[in-house]
């Protein structure tokens, strides 16, 4: 079964940092873009950031960039989000979702469960 | 960045209905739009991908259409599980976009 499982959400001060990870099992992971997605509570999908299968390519949504750093570790299977200088607005949840491509076709399946973080003093 | 719109935000249904969810593009993305479903506490789930292609798994009453700016989103007869709400997102430019969603309810 393909599934994706984000760990490392939490409490965190403003201004804090926090690392999330997001373990992949069920396909070859090295094959594979992967992108984070993150939910405020209450509020729609924002995507967040982007990695390509080989670490070749990395983007950023405007909201983040300089403050979070995408990286994966294709040996570990693993996915990971470093956050600093974390601010309230950055409370979410936040997921893994794969991006599988065929032909010029791109999209997200499948998704992880979610890991919640909060910004709050 | 491409700016994504569905209407109507919200919507009243009842078991049965044929409901229609539109998603504007801000410019042209071809036909690379797709469709999720989330429930409530739970990660969304892809529907359509490339417009009108039906994902493995995903009930026959689905259906997508496009290509260029306007996109819909069409159930045919809407069943109990399928209140949640919808979101479109375009895959032609980063960054990704999705549109704010529409929750479809119970009338």
């Known amino acids: 079964e393909v599934q994706l499982v984000e760990s490392g959400g939490g409490l965190v001060k403003p201004g804090g940092s926090l690392r999330l990870s997001c373990t992949a099992s069920g396909f070859t992971f090295s094959g594979y873009s992967m992108n984070w997605v993150r939910q405020a509570p209450g509020k729609g999908l924002e995507w967040v950031s982007f990695?390509?299968?080989?670490?070749?390519?990395?983007y950023y949504a405007d909201s983040v960039k300089g403050r979070f750093t995408i990286s994966r570790d294709n040996a570990k299977n693993s996915l990971y989000l470093q956050m600093n200088s974390l601010r309230a607005e950055d409370t979410a949840v936040y997921y893994c979702?794969?991006?599988?491509?065929?032909?010029?076709?791109?999209?997200?399946?499948?998704w992880g469960q979610g890991t919640l973080v909060t910004v709050s003093s | 960045d491409i700016q994504m719109t569905q209407s109507p935000s919200s919507l009243s249904a009842s078991v049965g209905d044929r409901v229609t969810i539109t998603c504007r593009a801000s410019?042209?993305?071809?036909?690379?739009l797709n469709w999720y479903q989330q429930k409530a506490g739970k990660a969304p789930k892809l529907l359509i991908y490339a417009a009108s292609s039906l994902q493995s798994g995903v009930p026959s009453r689905f259906s997508g259409s496009g290509p260029g700016t306007d996109f819909t989103l069409t159930i045919s007869s809407l069943q109990p599980e399928d209140f949640a709400t919808y979101y479109c997102?375009?895959?032609?430019?980063?960054?990704?976009?999705f549109g704010q969603g529409t929750k479809v309810e119970i009338k």
């Open positions: 990695i390509s299968s080989s670490n070749s390519y990395i």
């Open positions: 997102q375009q895959s032609y430019s980063t960054p990704w976009t």
């Open positions: 979702a794969r991006e599988f491509s065929s032909g010029s076709s791109k999209r997200f399946d499948p």
């Open positions: 410019q042209s993305i071809s036909s690379y």
